[in-house]
């Protein structure tokens, strides 16, 4: 099973760190998402663009958990050469993820 | 007992129109806040203002107000906005202008100032930058504009006495929304868990369409009805700084618990220390309940007090982005692309460019994935990087246009840009160095 099937999300972002919020659609799914998305696993899957550490923020009450990932958007907005400055398409490769 | 509708007339400088004209014919609204202003956009509109001392507002002041005033007639509804970007004291005289013309007799416009910080920050050049811990002295050749992101005080003072718009520059984006609050239910600033509650409002309607069905649509799970028609949110709050979020009835999108709980963590680092001028805004406590179809209650934010600085942005110069792509397609395109990619890069080593990508537009360009997709039928070779100066960013565009007679079989499609990088370094101003005022016109 892909993320996406239990899960949406947003990405957001401030200078040259992203966030990603996941969210469950039942909220009888938060402890899975809890137990297997960690914030090592995050850094592991996203490798590729996560140069710094990556953060998780736990929200039970809205089945919400909140990635902030550092050093992850090339400079960020004002300044990276990537074609997705605001690193907006993360969220979407997070919910790639096979659980 | 009391309460107030607050409506989300735009999420970013260039947003919709149509949405915001309908919440305000249609939303029995008391205040209508236009959220205008990212990051970067200021130090282009100080330029701008540098060039000519009549510009620097938003791009769309005289599209939307042109449209906004006509219906304000009659009807109780204010505006907020900081469209008035690094130039707030025009935009106000130029609002003046389009009123007068349309013969609106009796509006109070009111301008926010004091934002501008720049010569105090050339000034105190030891400052860190936040993101790099080196002193501002390191880039102060290139400094264009410095902008204190600013709370409600000159809002709530605009509104206190008698104002039905205010333009400001460079106001923290939920503030914009919060300082209505404040002013209608007379709460303290220093009854922090309100400022919390009014903050997490602010940051539910600043980015409009977000909430309300915008960026959300996805196939199955996350269908949004008539997408098209997108309608802006509002909030209808009571003294307690609780209440609820919805939209005009007929429009299309969708408000529910997860339109609401996407929106509520969008930029958010720690959801419980959500710094803003105002107050330190506690979300990680929220809660949402859906009452009704497209009607969101929400509760439980709350806040603790602010710290002693502003955050400045620092706008500066940062050298020249160029970029080229190139498509190819049929068999073999994505090896067509890579052998492409090789060429240019090979071309431009003696540039000694900085950050360059050779994206390849269908595969990798923002994938961070490693997987590779076998029957793809075309793909476009993107190659973006860094120079010093104009010249040199330039001839990474021209390298690409020259793959037609000089690269692999079959390229096309070709197009070339240059653009000057505009780059934000964030530093913390004590609030005592900052003095805002306001300037009024009547019509």
């Known amino acids: 099973m892909k993320l996406h099937e239990i899960a949406h999300a947003r990405t957001g972002d401030k200078g040259n760190i992203s966030n990603i919020s996941l969210i469950v659609f039942e909220k009888s799914n938060y402890s899975l998402i809890q137990e297997k998305v960690t914030a090592d696993r995050v850094k592991d899957w996203l490798g590729k663009v996560v140069k710094g550490e990556v953060k998780r923020y736990e929200l039970p009450q809205l089945g919400a958990l909140n990635f902030v990932l550092y050093e992850a958007l090339g400079g960020g907005v004002t300044s990276s050469t990537q074609i997705d400055k605001h690193g907006k398409s993360l969220s979407a490769f997070l919910l790639e993820m096979p659980i | ?443």
């Open chain 2, 1 to 443: 007992m009391k309460k107030i509708r607050i409506g989300g007339g735009a999420g970013y400088g260039g947003d919709r129109l149509e949405p915001a004209l309908k919440l305000l014919e249609e939303g029995n609204l008391d205040y209508i806040c236009f959220e205008c202003l990212a990051e970067r956009t200021i130090a282009l509109a100080q330029k701008e203002k540098k060039s000519d001392p009549k510009k620097g507002y938003n791009h769309l002041l005289e599209y939307r107000m042109g449209a906004i005033l006509p219906i304000l007639k009659g009807k109780k509804t204010k505006v907020i906005s900081n469209m008035g970007a690094a130039n707030p004291f025009q935009a106000m005289k130029v609002t003046q202008e389009i009123a007068r013309k349309m013969g609106i007799k009796g509006l109070k416009i009111a301008a926010v100032l004091g934002d501008d910080v720049l010569d105090t920050i050339r000034q105190s050049l030891y400052l860190p930058i936040l993101e790099t811990g080196k002193p501002l002295s390191t880039i102060e050749p290139q400094i264009i504009s410095a902008n204190a992101y600013i709370g409600v005080g000159g809002i709530v003072e605009a509104l206190k006495n008698g104002a039905d718009i205010i333009l400001t520059g460079r106001v923290s984006d939920p503030s914009l929304f919060l300082a209505p609050m404040i002013y209608e239910f007379g709460w303290k600033m220093d009854d922090f868990e309100k400022l919390g509650k009014g903050t997490m409002i602010g940051h539910l309607l600043e980015c409009a369409g977000q909430v309300s069905g915008g960026y959300f649509a996805d196939l199955n799970r996350k269908a949004v009805p008539d997408l098209w028609d997108l309608g802006f949110p509002f909030a209808e709050l009571e003294e307690s700084g609780d209440g609820l979020i919805s939209k005009v009835t007929g429009t299309g999108g969708l408000i529910n618990t997860a339109t609401c709980t996407e929106q509520l963590l969008y930029e958010i680092h720690d959801p419980a220390q959500y710094l803003t001028p105002d107050c330190i805004a506690d979300f990680s406590k929220v809660e949402f309940e859906a009452i009704a179809d497209n009607c969101v209650r929400f509760s439980k934010a709350t806040g603790k007090e602010a710290t002693d600085t502003y955050k400045v942005s620092v706008g500066y110069s940062n050298g020249y982005a160029g970029e080229g792509q190139i498509s190819y397609g049929g068999h073999d395109c994505i090896a067509r692309a890579r052998l492409a990619a090789e060429i240019v890069k090979k071309r431009l080593e003696k540039l000694s460019l900085q950050d360059v990508r050779l994206d390849i537009i269908g595969l990798n360009s923002i994938s961070p994935m490693e997987t590779e997709p076998k029957d793809l039928q075309e793909v476009r070779l993107r190659v973006c990087a860094k120079a010093d100066n104009f010249e040199k960013a330039r001839h990474i565009g021209q390298e690409v246009e020259t793959l037609y007679t000089n690269g692999p079989y079959g390229g096309g499609g070709v197009s070339q840009h240059v653009e000057e990088i505009i780059s934000v370094a964030s530093v913390l101003l004590p609030k005592s160095a900052v003095n805002i005022h306001v300037e009024y016109l009547n019509t």
